[in-house]
């Protein structure tokens, strides 16, 4: 089974900025949609953002849309999630993960915003905001 490594969270002040990273063990992700999600104490695991394939048409929570942005790098095998105007709310473990179904199942109805469509799943990185 392919790994999925984040890094790049930490404490930041409301209202700064973080970006967080995903890197996979194997170079296999070039042709996969893949998301971002993140999971608060006593909380169920949420949609964040997510992205095609080619790095084009990203998707977002309405509660981050505006202040987050979700890129990739396929050269390195990367995804990135810019988290600017950072709320306490934004506070969670946040997960990278990719999709499991196809291209066409991925823009079918709202199967890209559904944890249960992704199947490798990384260990997560907390992010922390203070008031």
């Known amino acids: 089974q392919v790994h999925l490594v984040e890094s790049g969270g930490g404490l930041v002040q409301s209202g700064n900025s973080l970006r967080i990273s995903c890197t996979a063990s194997?170079?296999?992700?070039?042709?996969?949609?893949l998301g971002w999600f993140r999971q608060a104490p006593g909380k169920e695991r949420e949609f964040v953002a997510s992205?095609?394939?080619?790095?084009?048409?990203?998707n977002y929570a309405t509660s981050v849309s505006g202040r987050f942005t979700i890129s990739r790098d396929n050269a390195k095998n990367a995804l990135y999630l810019q988290m600017n105007s950072l709320k306490p709310e934004d506070t969670a473990v946040y997960y990278c993960?990719?999709?499991?179904?196809?291209?066409?199942?991925?823009?079918?109805?709202?199967?890209?915003?559904?944890?249960?469509?992704?199947?490798?799943w990384g260990q997560g990185t907390q992010v922390t905001v203070s008031l």
């Open positions: 194997q170079h296999t992700f070039s042709s996969t949609a």
């Open positions: 993960a990719a999709y499991a179904g196809t291209y066409t199942d991925y823009f079918t109805g709202s199967n890209r915003f559904s944890k249960e469509n992704y199947d490798v």
């Open positions: 992205i095609t394939a080619l790095g084009i048409n990203p």
